[in-house]
């Protein structure tokens, strides 16, 4: 009987942890989709400033939350340190900087079209933390 217990208990552990491990990542993924539609609603109201912040700290939360990384260490250098250790893809790496980049530019620089740019990042924003659920697991 014993024997029984010790040889079932460990996989019981195990699956417990992913169960754990699973519903924390779903909680990362609500988190920054609460994030994006705030920005969704910036992009009804014209808040173009505000819309860039909220895209910049829905991917910027979701890093640090999905990878345990503290705040003072958010930067470029961790998200390729962390998509490396993780098995991320380059080209998704690549992608969730430069929209970084692109959140930061947007929010200085003078642009015509700022409520198609607007879409197209929040899409682009939607499409990059699905990317990267997808692959980290």
């Not at 909680?27 to 609603?41: D, E, G, M, P, V």
């Not at 700290?57 to 640090?64: D, G, V």
């Not at 929010?107 to 699905?130: C, F, G, H, T, V």
Request: net charge positive.
């Amino acid at each position: 009987m014993i024997i029984l217990i010790l040889l079932f208990l460990p996989k019981f552990i195990s699956e417990k942890f992913e169960n754990i491990k699973k519903s924390k990542n779903i909680k990362y993924a609500k988190i920054a989709t609460k994030r994006l539609k705030n920005a969704q609603k910036c992009i009804k109201l014209e808040d173009f400033d505000l819309f860039f912040e909220e895209i910049e700290k829905a991917l910027w939360s979701y890093f640090a939350d999905k990878f345990k990384v503290q705040i003072a260490d958010l930067s470029k250098d961790s998200i390729s340190k962390f998509f490396k250790k993780h098995n991320i893809e380059l080209n998704t790496e690549k992608e969730f900087i430069t929209l970084i980049d692109e959140c930061e530019f947007a929010r200085y620089a003078p642009s015509n079209d700022k409520n198609n740019q607007m879409d197209n990042i929040l899409i682009k924003a939607k499409e990059i933390i699905i990317k990267v659920e997808s692959q980290s697991k």
